[in-house]
């Protein structure tokens, strides 16, 4: 009897699913491969169904002899493993990333003489509703507790600015295509800046929490991916505890304290404008009263070392940022303005011989020739592009505004802008 493999991501199955099923199982001994979470999140949604319960989904359709893990994208490891004569998949993936993998399938086969055989692919009316069931994602604990799973999932998270529902779509449904495979941002970052910045304000904690929480709102109506906020210096103590449960009820997955008092000023003003240091005492006792407010083990807070910004050195850095550990927090952001990331690769360096496991996060605005991919081996888990949604939209608006004024028309700025025809249907459901 001839063996033979396919590999599912889909966590929901429909008439299409199971037409091919019956048209595999009927070329011999059919196994199926069921990906994980983790190589699922990396190209598409995060799945509804967890590994465990796919696997017995599967396992328990008539045709279907077994079921194995595929732990990534790629088919070579498991083909390798199981040597089937023939490998079905519909013939939906030759072109854009999934054409890599069908060229791997294909040259891993010739390896014993196995052959791929494609079979129509048919799309459902279900696939319709499944992709309504995405919305079942931002659902609060659904999302507030992803940022956990995807940081165990992957060594290191690329999270990216967004300040309004609109900044909140292009990061939620951005992905590029690389040799490597598909790329997509982890989670969104909640940024003090941009968030005053959009309103036309300094970032000074004038745009109190409740206007806060409005730009939250309005991203996680439109939006699945997880949050994380800037929280400023969380404020009073009194009103942090208040706050943070706030955030946790709605959804948000972390917020990001940062160990200044009084009036704050934008960090990347480093020591140009007078900016108070917390006491480390006082700090640690902000960061225990937060962990003690919340309900859920989902909800995280950042604890963030203004020390290298505000040129306290590298022994403070470390000091403080241990003591903040002690006190409960779940991870540390580092913060830094150089243009060269040394200091900030010292800390990491240090900080990891004491701490191996506790998340280690970085904003690497100004020292930005540096890739996650390096920060990864650097120990960073994650790596938060602060502000890049409003800078680039700023200029491109501003010359557009300038076209239209020196010309005493519009007509120049066309160039300049998105055909009508497109952004009347920028929108879903428009
Ligand atoms: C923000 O994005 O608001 C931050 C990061 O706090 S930074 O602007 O670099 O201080
Ligand atoms: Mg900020």
Not at 326 to 343: F, L, N
Request: proline share 3%.
């Amino acid at each position: 009897m001839k063996q033979v493999y396919m590999c599912f991501s889909t966590d929901i199955l429909h008439s299409g699913h199971l037409r091919l099923i019956k048209k595999a199982a009927a070329l011999g001994e059919l196994t199926v491969g069921v990906l994980t979470d983790e190589a699922i999140a990396t190209y598409k949604r995060y799945p509804l169904i967890p590994l465990a319960e796919r696997l017995e989904m599967f396992a328990d359709i008539k045709g279907v002899e077994r079921v194995v893990v595929q732990d990534t994208l790629s088919y070579q490891t498991v083909l390798r493993k199981l040597r089937p004569d023939i490998v079905v998949h519909g013939d939906d993936w030759h072109t854009g990333y999934q054409a890599n993998i069908r060229r791997e399938v294909l040259d891993t086969l010739k390896e014993w003489g196995g052959e791929l055989v494609e079979f129509p692919y048919t799309h459902s009316a279900t696939e319709d509703t499944i992709s309504e069931l995405d919305q079942l994602l931002n659902l609060p604990e659904s999302r507030r507790s992803r940022l956990k799973k995807l940081m165990s999932y992957k060594p290191c998270l690329s999270v990216m600015e967004a300040h309004n529902g609109l900044t909140g779509l292009i990061v939620e449904n951005t992905r590029v295509e690389t040799p490597e495979g598909v790329r997509q941002f982890d989670a969104m970052w909640v940024s003090s800046l941009c968030d005053s910045t959009a309103k036309g304000k300094p970032d000074i904690e004038l745009v109190d929490m409740t206007s806060r929480i409005k730009t939250l709102e309005e991203i996680m109506e439109v939006t699945t991916k997880p949050i994380i906020l800037d929280g400023d210096t969380g404020g009073l103590t009194e009103h942090f505890v208040f706050n943070i449960r706030t955030l946790e009820r709605i959804g948000i997955s972390a917020v990001i304290i940062e160990d200044k008092k009084g009036l704050k000023k934008n960090s990347l003003f480093g020591t140009a404008v007078r900016q108070t240091q917390d006491s480390i005492e006082n700090f640690c006792e902000k960061i225990r009263a937060g962990k003690d407010a919340l309900k859920t083990r989902d909800f995280m807070i950042f604890a963030r070392c203004e020390s290298l910004i505000l040129e306290a050195g590298m022994e403070d850095a470390l000091e403080r940022c241990f003591a903040y550990v002690k006190a409960g927090a779940d991870g540390i952001m580092i913060h830094s303005k150089r243009k060269e990331p040394d200091e900030v690769f010292e800390f990491c360096r240090r900080f990891r011989e004491v701490e191996r496991d506790t998340p280690l996060i970085v904003v690497p605005t100004t020292y930005n020739t540096v890739t996650e991919e390096q920060f990864a081996k650097a120990g960073v888990n994650i790596v938060i592009h602060a502000n890049h949604m409003i800078r680039s939209a700023f200029p491109a608006m501003q010359r557009c505004a300038e076209t239209i004024l020196r010309n005493g028309r519009s007509h120049e700025a066309d160039e300049l802008c998105m055909p009508i025809k497109q952004i009347l249907t920028l929108i879903k459901d428009t």
